[in-house]
């Protein structure tokens, strides 16, 4: 199994409106001028009706995840999707229908991003925690404001792995003071806190006692902080799960490039089930990076790319950042305006 885990990065479509509810044959609930004004019924999901949002960014997307071409990954879990249509269309446009299997559910976030799978395994179950609520209602009503979606893909016929893909609260934080923004981004961290430990809960009551290490099953997605963060330091450190990243060389495992700190660091995680980590391929990690883009002053110099550095943040405010070489191959179209996201996708193998 070749998973993948990715954010893709605000992945929406455009639509455009009917004139009538679909399947509305009497024409009853038309509404004038629905076709010039943007006004009517969202249509079903067929072609033509929809069209992707900034093409040209999916199209370097497909390349991040097909890793320029080479490889179709059997599963994708993915983050900032805004609807089911939109993955199915990605899906249809972008990587030749390759995914039989596609599940996103509508969540509380305002932007309309959610978490998402595409899956060429049959999906026996799928889970949603996009209700839940808060134990800490100073962070809001709900726990999960993008949801905790658990599914099931069957791998083999009597081989199925739970995969909860994650996008956990950002640590933008809005204010037009200094102790407003302050303010929000303690509130930020005790949602990421309370989002961690609760995904924690969620894993001992699904895996309960020795189904915890003999189960198969990964927590993925974009955490929005780094593995070394007290607020994740629940779930990707006292958990007893596997950290895949970590197998890595420190300086190679950052995921996220935050192009106006001009650094990079690891915001994006695998964390395996005891069981799935023995099941990891020696070797079978790999970060695609070719669609991570450069500061709007960066252009191609001899082939490289400016800045020559980024400073690799292993923690917020990493008072003392390892600097690495920035000047590494980028897909073809990639420029400081257009990238495949601001994230990398993530691949691991499994032989299971």
Not at 310 to 331: C, S
Request: net charge neutral.
């Amino acid at each position: 199994m070749l998973l993948c885990n990715f954010n893709v990065n605000n992945l929406f479509v455009r639509y455009k409106f009917g004139k009538t509810f679909p399947g509305d044959q009497s024409g009853k609930s038309a509404v004038a001028g629905a076709a010039s004004t943007n006004t009517g019924y969202l249509p079903l999901y067929q072609p033509g009706a929809f069209e992707i949002f900034n093409a040209e960014q999916r199209e370097l997307a497909a390349l991040a995840i097909t890793q320029g071409g080479d490889v179709s990954p059997d599963v994708v879990c993915v983050q900032e999707v805004e609807s089911l249509i939109a993955l199915r269309e990605f899906n249809d446009s972008f990587l030749d229908g390759a995914y039989s299997y596609a599940v996103v559910l509508d969540s509380r976030d305002l932007r309309q991003i959610d978490v998402g799978i595409l899956s060429k395994y049959p999906i026996e179950s799928i889970t949603t925690h996009v209700d839940d609520l808060s134990s800490d209602p100073t962070t809001g009503p709900y726990t999960f404001s993008r949801d905790c979606l658990e599914v099931r893909v069957r791998v083999r016929k009597t081989t199925s792995v739970t995969l909860f893909i994650n996008h956990f609260k950002s640590k933008l934080a809005m204010g037009k003071t200094e102790e407003a923004r302050a303010r929000e981004k303690e509130k930020a961290d005790r949602k990421r806190k309370l989002q961690a430990d609760t995904v924690v809960k969620l894993l001992k009551e699904r895996f309960p006692g020795p189904e915890f290490k003999s189960g198969y099953f990964a927590v993925l997605g974009d955490l929005n902080d780094t593995p070394l963060a007290p607020q994740l330091s629940g779930l990707c450190v006292k958990a007893g799960l596997i950290d895949a990243l970590a197998a890595l060389e420190p300086a190679e495992r950052w995921t996220h490039y935050w192009k106006a700190k001009n650094s990079v660091s690891q915001l994006d995680h695998v964390l395996l089930s005891p069981a799935l980590a023995g099941k990891l391929k020696k070797n079978g990690i790999h970060i695609e990076r070719r669609g991570i883009g450069f500061r709007s002053e960066s252009k191609k110099v001899d082939g490289g790319y400016l800045p020559r550095q980024v400073r690799v943040e292993v923690m917020e405010d990493d008072p003392n950042p390892e600097h690495i070489d920035f000047q590494f191959e980028r897909f073809a179209e990639v420029s400081s305006g257009n990238v495949a996201s601001d994230h990398c996708a993530v691949f691991l193998e499994f032989k299971l």
